[in-house]
């Protein structure tokens, strides 16, 4: 999964803090802005109830008791007031008598307030038609300017009667959910702003100049050429900038540093190998010239060999090895006396022998070493005598037993002795050179080595003439 950038896990994070934040806002601020509106509107409903109390003594004082139902009716139809209801106590009823329809009978609520002496409210917001009803009961004083007792036969402290009447609560609540509401769209349209403005200032100074350095860093690595650091607005990329001119002007000298040694070490590595290589050869010489075989004759040996080698498919590297090795296959022909090495005529049996111990003399000689090419070397000097019908020496391997370059070496040592002149023989011609090879395929020669070779005469006659 790919992972978030910067830019999105900042904004997330940003995102989520805001929103918390204006929810938690919006909740106090509903919460204390209701509970400010219960408190004015049962102050109002305590101030409408004493002007009834004021307006009912004034009545009573002026004996016009019998047209306090205007009165009321004018204190019901004002805004935000319903119902409005005076409930007498029954020391009122037994001086004055029951009321009229606005001076209504006692529920339980009405009978907490007379009780208690003290205003009862109540509150539902939370239906359609939201209200406040209230119950302020009026007490008998006398320290009032109004002496209630001049017109009331009670004791004072008396619970004279109490107003009972309800405010419509709607337009404050619908005012509260408008103002809320507005609160609400400023404040997301202010986290909007916030997200959008911290977007745009990521991008820019942040996201924009990181991808700028990621691809200018890359640059500056492939092409060797340095970062323009004033490039960067801000003080911290600029500073990262320089920092990574100075880590890739490091770098760079370091790899010319490795370069110039890998270049030494290679010269120094190929010089060893051509050492190698010639000192194997020398020793190849060294035995032609004691033994002495025709001139050239471990060259010739040696292209032929990596001829038939190449047409086989063997790789770059067993070509290598097989060119390297190739000149020793006679190398054991040092450990045999000179009176049977160079013995004009024909060997006895015994001589013969003696003769065919060159080739584990050779192995000898050669496998005591670990590095591949005198590896190859040893199998060579051991094979090269084997015949693919299981006849030759040392072993009478069979076939494919023979390694791939004891099979050569052996046709292409044959090939060079048949086509040179030797103390017991005159140089053969091509064809019957040919004829016996091809008689040999199977026998002492490898089929297919027998078939490359055939086909391609020419160029082992190009390497005999040149050579
Ligand atoms: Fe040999
Ligand atoms: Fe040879």
């Not at 619970?159 to 408008?178: F, H, S």
């Not at 053969?428 to 020669?445: D, M, N, P, R, V």
């Not at 078939?451 to 003439?465: T, V, W």
């Amino acid at each position: 999964m790919q992972k978030p950038t910067i830019k999105r896990i900042t904004l997330k994070n940003l995102t989520a803090f805001l929103m918390a934040l204006s929810l938690a806002t919006l909740v106090i601020l509903t919460v204390n802005f209701r509970s400010i509106s219960v408190r004015i509107m049962e102050d109002k409903a305590l101030a409408i109830s004493e002007v009834i109390k004021a307006g009912l003594t004034s009545h009573m004082r002026a004996e016009i008791m019998e047209n306090r139902e205007y009165f009321l009716a004018e204190i019901n139809a004002l805004t935000l007031v319903n119902n409005v209801a005076i409930i007498r106590s029954k020391e009122v009823i037994e001086q004055f008598g029951e009321g009229h329809w606005r001076e209504k009978e006692h529920d339980h609520v009405t009978e907490q307030a007379f009780t208690s002496g003290q205003p009862v409210f109540i509150l539902n917001d939370i239906e359609i038609e939201p209200y406040l009803r209230a119950i302020v009961p009026f007490i008998a004083s006398t320290s009032e300017q109004l002496n209630c007792l001049k017109c009331h036969e009670v004791k004072e402290g008396t619970v004279l009667g109490a107003v009972d009447l309800r405010l419509d609560l709607t337009e404050y609540r619908n005012t509260t959910a408008k103002l809320l509401a507005a609160i609400g769209l400023v404040t997301f349209t202010f986290i909007f702003l916030i997200v959008v403005n911290n977007f745009r200032t990521i991008q820019r100074y942040v996201q924009d100049p990181l991808n700028k350095l990621i691809r200018r860093g890359e640059d500056a690595y492939y092409t060797h050429t340095p970062i323009d650091a004033d490039e960067f607005e801000c003080l911290e990329f600029e500073n990262v900038a320089k920092e990574i001119n100075l880590f890739t002007e490091d770098v760079i000298h370091r790899q010319a540093v490795i370069e110039k040694k890998n270049l030494e070490l290679e010269a120094m590595s190929d010089e060893i190998e051509n050492t190698l290589q010639e000192t194997i050869f020398t020793m190849g010489v060294i035995e032609e010239q004691r033994s002495k075989e025709t001139n050239n004759h471990t060259l010739r040996v040696t292209k032929y060999s990596q001829l038939l080698g190449h047409l086989y498919g063997l790789t770059e590297r067993e070509l290598e090895l097989l060119a390297m090795a190739a000149p020793l296959h006679d190398i054991g022909k040092l450990g045999i006396p000179d009176a049977i090495l160079l013995k004009p005529g024909k060997l006895t049996k015994k001589e013969y022998e003696i003769m065919k111990n060159h080739c584990l003399i050779g192995y000898n000689m050669l496998s005591h070493s670990s590095r591949d090419v005198l590896q190859s070397a040893a199998i060579i000097a051991f094979q090269h005598h084997e015949r693919w019908d299981g006849t030759g020496y040392p072993q009478g391997l069979v076939g494919d037993d023979i390694h791939i370059f004891g099979r050569i070496v052996t046709l292409a040592d044959v090939f060079d002795a048949l086509a040179a002149k030797r103390v017991y023989k005159e140089k053969w011609a091509a064809s019957k050179i040919l004829a016996y090879i091809e008689e040999e395929q199977g026998g002492q020669f490898d089929p297919k080595l027998v078939e490359l070779l055939i086909k391609n005469i020419n160029e082992f006659l190009a390497i005999k003439h040149r050579y």
